[in-house]
């Protein structure tokens, strides 16, 4: 069904282009790389979970673990035709600032735990 336009009364063309899967999932998967830092930090702060000094190198490596394929699937979703690419771009936004910031906090915690030992 397509709806008028309000100036010209002519009617205006669906939006054919097919909903964005790829920046869905870049989305979704940099959402849960927010989450899974958080918690560790949380459960970490709260002295839950402790695995021998390196409970807090494990953080940035699980935000890692989510935040390379969600970067990777946002890629491919502004690179696809007739898709919507926003969710794309603010997926690839989201997991490269994820990954800059887990990495230096990667190299700062190995930094730490070097020179503590």
Known sequence: MELPNVLTNEPVPPDDRKKPIMGLLSFVLGALSILFGVCFVELSLANRITLAGYDLFLIPLVMLIFSIPGLILGIVGVA???????????????????????LLAGIFFLLVFDYAQ
Do not use: A, D, P
Request: proline letters at 0%; hydrophobic letters at 50%.
């Open 80 to 102: 696809q035709k007739n898709r919507r690419r926003s969710l794309s771009i603010v997926g690839i936004v989201l997991n490269t600032m994820i990954l800059i910031v887990s």
